[in-house]
């Protein structure tokens, strides 16, 4: 079965470091998106992306934050001068329609420590 | 931003047993959605609700599409080992990016 797969599994940087995490859709899907998930709490949404760009974003995806899809299969999610409370799950998900339901798949996700 | 209030926050429970838990929101969503997140794991999709009133089951799960589009419920009948981890309801609406908004989530333990 297509799987998102998403790179490191888990990673540890300095505050202050910028940090990009790295994920794959599935290869025929369209849209894609960036959630996190701080330990213990629910998943929020942080961005959505298609056709090269930004189609939504949360209040929580500031200047701090930034997407790229740099070629036809990556996906990266760029979080620039870290802070403690950037420490979370951030999940890679993509979906082939523009609706949700079959089709939207999460990856496993990178773990992100800021120490 | 639009909330999901989910409940209970956790269940502990006998293997067997039937298992019942819900979402309630303050706003319309046009598609619901039931994830299960496994320990260090993204969520996986259980079962995607489209239509007010619809009722779909996927084995022993059952959801429920509340008419009103504001609620919804998830049923697991005779309980395993395996169904613990944490359940998240999720609601999309058309116009939102395609974004999902989350539920704060059921942790289920079953007691073997």
């Known amino acids: 079965e297509p799987e998102v797969t998403q790179t490191p599994s888990h990673q540890v940087t300095q505050m202050g470091q910028e940090v990009i995490l790295r994920c794959v859709p599935i290869?025929?899907?369209?849209?894609f998106y960036w959630y996190r998930q701080i330990l213990g709490q629910k998943v929020e949404f942080l961005v959505s992306?298609?056709?090269?760009?930004?189609?939504?974003k949360s209040e929580i995806f500031d200047d701090q934050f930034s997407v790229e899809r740099p070629d036809g299969s990556n996906f990266t999610l760029k979080i620039r001068s870290t802070k403690l409370e950037d420490s979370a799950m951030y999940f890679c998900?993509?979906?082939?329609?523009?609706?949700?339901?079959?089709?939207?798949?999460f990856g496993s996700g990178t773990r992100l420590t800021v120490v | 931003g639009q909330q999901l209030n989910q409940s209970p926050q956790s269940m502990f429970i006998q293997e067997g047993e039937d298992v019942s838990m819900n979402c309630t929101s303050s706003s319309i969503f046009n598609t619901w959605l039931w994830y299960k997140q496994d320990p260090g794991e993204g969520p996986v999709l259980l079962i995607a609700l489209y239509k007010a009133g619809e009722l779909t089951s996927n084995g022993r799960l059952t959801a429920q599409f509340g008419i009103t589009r504001k609620d919804s419920f998830l049923n697991i009948s005779a309980s395993i080992p395996s169904d613990v981890g944490i359940y998240f309801c999720a609601g999309q609406t058309n116009n939102a990016g395609n974004m999902l908004t989350f539920g704060g989530g059921t942790r289920l333990m079953v007691k073997p």
């Open positions: 998900a993509s979906s082939v329609f523009q609706g949700a339901g079959y089709g939207y798949t």
């Open positions: 290869s025929n899907h369209l849209y």
């Open positions: 992306f298609y056709n090269n760009e930004i189609s939504e």
